[in-house]
């Protein structure tokens, strides 16, 4: 992560990952997870994973914490609990990763991902590559989340840009109406063909006149 300094000309891309980027199955997680007998979807959320995944989302659990705790509740192995996080993350949005690994030749883009350190290794790894973003903003790494302005203000502040240079795409409404507030020029994604029309459009005026 960090910054650099910008011209006041220049725009700086965010981008949420899952559901932007990265294909959720939460289908496939589910039967995984369940695989075990001890946890169904369908049950009151278990006190103790709802507690395990937040402080591992927020880095103050280490994965192999998070593992020992939440293989006793599902009633699976350490391995089994792996491939099932896994499995939440099936494939790659390709019209948008193609769209902006083109946007990076003249833009810079980042990311802000509220994830957890299995997933994001493996999108890194296995769905994106290491280079696919300028900077990552994570939730597990920086101990803040979306939708509090809090995280938003940091990654402004360590990219160096005001609020109007920054575009930000998002799938979750509550992650917009916090980057609205706080003057982003933000785009609610529900596909990929009316996201890039929204960014053309945008590109196409002058960073003055930027402000949704």
Known sequence: MGGQIRQRNQLLFVFDVGGVFI?????????????????????????????ANMQFRLGRISEDDYLDRVQHIYGLTI??????ETALLSGVLEEMTSYVRQLRVAHRVVC????????????????LGPEFFDACYLSHEMGMEKPAEDIYLAVQERENVSARQIIFVDDTLDNIHTSRRLGWNSIHHTSAAETISHIEELLRQPTAALQL
């Open 112 to 127: 802000l991902s509220n994830t957890q350190a299995i997933h994001w290794r493996h999108i890194i790894e296995e769905l």
């Open 23 to 51: 294909e959720l199955n939460a289908e496939n997680r589910r039967l995984a997870l369940e695989a075990g007998g001890r946890w169904s979807a369908s049950a009151t959320p278990h006190a103790d994973l709802l507690d």
């Open 79 to 84: 391995e089994q609990v792996l491939a099932a």
